[in-house]
């Protein structure tokens, strides 16, 4: 089945600890985005990778890292997790970019990981 | 998970009704449209989307509409089932940009 894996669902932290939010897709999708979601403000993007090696900052990048040395896994990285971070992240991938290609390439999301920092 | 339909305009339907969800773009340079559906404590599913080339395009008992002129972009689903209660998201893409932005969303809600 298509789809985009995330893990842990859920995780309870302290502030300060290192910890790591893996995500998967087995689409061979170029494009992979992270997502954080907060009520009252929507889906805001943190970071987003073109392709392998490539990464870029979204709007709100501060406090997080990602790499992708691998097409199909997109990690998220929160070195000095800190109460702010508390929330819904979502990991999304497409084809390719979105808006690419003659129709578009929309977003697939994963099922989130819900996260909190205390 | 249910803290996403906070603080959310609310459209409430009847069962078999059709359902209108309305959006505001902001860019007028935008050239690519797509509506989400996302239920309580699962990530927004694709539903369907549109180019700035076209007006209209229909799925399964979904239409989106598009109008460039004012900035606005519907999601009409016919015969709205209560499996249809979700929060639903329109994003736009401008051309060149590498990024999705998303809407703050609308909470349906389909009585039976």
């Known amino acids: 089945e298509a789809q985009v894996t995330q893990n842990p669902r859920y995780l309870i932290t302290v502030t300060g600890k290192k910890l790591t939010v893996t995500c998967s897709q087995n689409?061979?999708?170029?494009?992979m985005s992270w997502y954080r979601q907060d009520p009252g403000l929507g889906l805001r993007q943190i970071y987003y990778s073109m392709n392998v090696e490539v990464t870029d900052k979204g709007d709100v990048p501060e406090g997080y890292k990602v790499s992708r040395k691998e097409k199909r896994n997109f990690p998220l990285i929160l070195e000095s997790p800190s109460p702010n971070q508390t929330s819904l992240y979502f990991c999304?991938?497409?084809?390719?970019?979105?808006?690419?290609?003659?129709?578009?390439?929309?977003?697939?999301f994963g099922n989130g990981t819900r996260l909190t920092v205390t | 998970g249910e803290s996403v339909g906070l603080h959310l305009p609310t459209l409430s339907v009847q069962e078999g009704d059709n359902s209108i969800i309305n959006c505001a773009y902001s860019?007028?340079?935008?050239?690519?449209f797509i509506w989400y559906k996302q239920e309580s404590g699962k990530g927004p599913q694709f539903i369907i989307d549109?180019?700035?080339?076209?007006d209209k395009r229909q799925g399964q008992r979904v239409t989106v509409l598009l109008n460039k002129t004012v900035k606005h972009l519907s999601l009409q689903i016919a015969a709205t089932q209560p499996g249809d209660s979700a929060v639903y998201f329109c994003?736009?893409?401008?051309?060149?940009?590498?990024?999705?932005?998303f809407g703050k969303g609308m909470k349906l809600t389909v009585n039976p």
């Open positions: 999304a991938s497409s084809l390719l970019p979105p808006g690419q290609g003659i129709l578009g390439s929309p977003l697939h």
């Open positions: 994003a736009e893409n401008w051309g060149g940009s590498e990024k999705l932005v």
């Open positions: 860019n007028s340079a935008s050239d690519y």
């Open positions: 689409m061979n999708h170029e494009y």
């Open positions: 549109i180019r700035s080339n076209m």
